[in-house]
């Protein structure tokens, strides 16, 4: 395989296995809300901005995988 | 490389093209995008202002409940005085990034097209954009708790305050290693805070670049996936700029308030 090949099986493999490990946490997050919500529905309203501030965080390790493989393919 | 797609004139390109020359500044087309954005801003504001009264209109409506919302997220750290005061730059915040993330939304705008490119583009698919809104929010919320209480912040950072207890006896001679860990976790949130910044620069650029690539890429794969196809696209990306632009003026509220309160506790 030439360089070039590997660039784009880099940023692949990058993007699948480095979004697994984020959107396990973000399932859970979801889900763990809407348990919580579940049993005390009034404070659905804070549990979605928590909620949402907990996602961002777990994403950005996502974006960061994601933009590995914007180096890999347009960058290096 | 080969991750050009053409699709309706655009392909997805990491860097901006220079569209102008101002004298020695060369202008990109997100520059151009931001003022427009800006001026959309201006334009509803003063529409705004203009219409409003004791009888609301819908718009006065929409616009008073966002800023009740940040007010209320405002209060929760910072009490009201403060909050009051900070409340312009976070709607102001927010109201820049929707306004920017659903640039492609604006018809015809974007079909504008010089000979390097479309005279506007998304001002949030530039990381630079991204990166000089991220640094100011960070740098400001430092100011802020500079002004709050300056030892106190800075001592938040370079913690010797353990190693002056132990001088004056205050604290046993064994727990030194206990200060010294203490001092490293202090200089560990310095680089934490620079993470803040690549975090919030890159969150906010790989969710509305990644959008704009997909439209892209989607509507150049064939010739009939061009017109209907991407619809689904562009409304999920609507929708994450949407969200992007909560979570980021959220996150800025969270980190002014942090820093707030903690160097006051000190």
Redesign the interface.
């Known amino acids: 395989m030439d360089a070039?090949t590997m660039k784009?099986l880099a940023a692949a493999i990058a993007m699948g296995l480095g979004v697994a490990g984020p959107a396990i946490g973000e399932g859970m997050i979801g889900a763990k809300t809407m348990e919580a919500v579940s049993r005390n529905p009034e404070m659905s309203g804070k549990m979605f901005?928590n909620m949402?501030?907990g996602m961002?965080?777990v994403?950005?390790l996502a974006?960061?995988c994601?933009?590995i493989a914007?180096i890999l393919?347009?960058?290096a | 490389m080969s991750a050009e797609a053409e699709g309706g004139g655009h392909s997805v390109a990491l860097a901006p093209e220079h569209v102008l020359e101002i004298g020695e500044f060369a202008v990109s087309n997100t520059v151009t995008a931001t003022l427009f954005v800006s001026l959309i801003i201006l334009v509803f504001a003063l529409l705004v202002r203009h219409r409003a009264g004791v009888i609301p209109t819908r718009m006065q409506v929409l616009f008073e409940s966002l800023f009740v919302f940040f007010l209320d997220k405002l209060e929760e750290g910072l009490g009201e005085a403060r909050a009051r005061k900070l409340v312009p730059l976070i709607v102001t915040l927010f109201l820049f990034i929707v306004v920017s993330n659903q640039f492609v939304l604006i018809p015809l705008v974007g079909s504008i097209m010089t000979p390097e490119g479309p005279f506007f583009r998304t001002p949030t698919t530039d990381y630079s954009a991204t990166i000089a809104l991220a640094v100011s929010v960070v740098v400001l919320s430092h100011v802020l708790a500079l002004f709050v209480s300056p030892l106190g912040h800075i001592g938040n950072y370079l913690r010797i305050g353990g190693f002056i207890e132990i001088l004056r006896g205050k604290r046993p001679l064994g727990e030194l290693l206990t200060v010294f860990i203490e001092f490293f976790l202090g200089l560990l949130e310095i680089i934490g805070d620079l993470g803040k910044i690549v975090s919030l620069a890159t969150r906010l650029f790989g969710n509305i670049f990644a959008g704009e690539a997909v439209i892209i890429i989607i509507s150049g794969l064939l010739f009939v996936s061009q017109f209907f196809i991407p619809i689904p696209f562009i409304v999920l990306a609507s929708f994450a700029g949407l969200i992007q632009a909560f979570v980021f003026s959220l996150l800025t509220i969270l980190f002014i308030s942090n820093n707030m309160v903690h160097a006051s506790h000190r």
């Open positions: 070039e784009l901005t949402i501030i961002a965080f994403e950005s974006i960061y994601f933009v914007l393919l347009f960058v």
